[in-house]
């Protein structure tokens, strides 16, 4: 129910903030701008929904493929720098939007993951996620582009992770 | 279709091929009937994102994407596209479009990278529903707190590649 209504919640805001931006490039740029932003729209969606089913069908096979508790079992017990690179890693195969990974977050958890490992599992799904990238960022903005922001955010997963570790805070993973 | 479209699509019949031998058939069609609810549940959003983010472009005037965001801006222009990013509301659906609109008006790919690993990692709107619920404000703080620094590292690093490897910027 949570869910349901936050997905239509962002669904409204978005609808206005549409309505809201076409009434001002009416009003600032002319109707000219305005047919103009919108074949652009058209154009765009001519580019990504030949990939999008793609994406989406990769995405979905991966989430049969990978056996449940795959990803908790190669975090469990670890912790160290090898516990943040395989957290990054799992972070980043893991397919799927919030609602697939922040409960993925409590499995590894229960399995004894610590607080840099969970940190580092966040960071690299938010930033590296297969999926993101395969459906989003190389279709829109191109190989080169996309090639660019992965590398330079791969090493940032285990710096979150280093961070969280030393963050002078009681949050305990077994407290929740 | 381009040949990176064809690659994504090489790839999910490849592996749909694999999950069809290894598993059978019903994990098969548990993936397509996933696929297809994946798909509905997009197609609005995509539907009021896609001219969002072109009406978006033509209110952004060209002299912020190439003076503000430009090429040249280095740190300011790191600084600038991180709280942008760690504003956006909404998913990759209004994100990577708006970023195609900098990226063609003259933004530069280091301020982007920052822009979008801000909207990644210290994006409100994922904070606030997801994180939050799940994990409790606790945990949402530590994570954001270790997180905080991170768009603008990526965005110099972004910088430290585009020198090392100029192909990358195109």
């Known amino acids: ?28 740029k002319g109707e000219a701008a305005l047919r103009r932003a919108l074949s652009g729209a058209l154009d765009l969606a001519a580019f990504i929904f030949p990939v999008l089913g793609a994406g989406l069908l990769l995405a979905a096979t991966m989430r049969q493929l990978l056996p449940e508790g795959a990803l908790s079992r190669w975090l ?26 922040f409960p993925l977050v409590l499995v590894l958890l229960r399995a004894g993951a610590d607080r840099g490992a969970v940190v580092a599992f966040i960071l690299s799904w938010a930033l590296n996620g297969f999926q993101r990238i395969l459906i989003w960022e190389i279709p829109l903005l191109g190989l080169e582009f996309s090639a660019l922001r992965f590398l330079a955010c791969l090493p940032l997963a285990v710096a979150g992770g280093l961070i969280a570790r030393r963050m002078p805070a009681s949050w305990q993973p077994e407290a929740r | 279709m381009s040949p990176t479209q064809m690659l994504v699509w ?20 548990r993936a397509l ?110 994570r954001v707190a270790s997180g905080a620094a991170l768009p603008v590292l990526a965005g110099l690093l972004a910088e430290a590649l585009l020198l090392a490897f100029p192909a990358l910027g195109r």
């Open chain 1, 1 to 28: 129910m949570r869910r349901l209504l936050a997905r239509h919640a962002t669904f409204a805001v978005m609808s206005c903030l549409t309505l809201a931006a076409a009434v001002a490039v009416a009003l600032l």
């Open chain 1, 76 to 101: 469990g017990a670890e912790s160290g720098l090898r516990g943040l690179l395989l957290a990054s890693l799992a972070g980043i195969v893991t397919p799927g939007g919030p609602i697939a990974a």
């Open chain 2, 10 to 29: 090489a790839m999910a019949v490849a592996a749909f091929g694999l999950l069809l031998r290894r598993r059978g058939l019903a994990p098969a069609r």
């Open chain 2, 33 to 142: 009937r996933d696929t297809g609810a994946s798909l509905l549940r997009l197609l609005p959003m995509i539907a009021v994102a896609l001219p969002l983010a072109t009406l978006f472009a033509e209110l952004v005037p060209p002299d912020v994407a190439q003076g503000a965001l430009g090429r040249e801006s280095g740190l300011a222009g790191i600084l600038i596209a991180t709280a942008a990013g760690s504003l956006l509301p909404g998913g990759p659906f209004v994100t990577f479009p708006l970023v195609l609109a900098f990226l063609a008006a003259g933004a530069g790919p280091a301020q982007m990278v920052a822009l979008i690993s801000a909207w990644s990692v210290l994006g409100l709107h994922r904070i606030l529903v997801w994180e939050i619920a799940i994990l409790g404000r606790r945990f949402a703080l530590l």
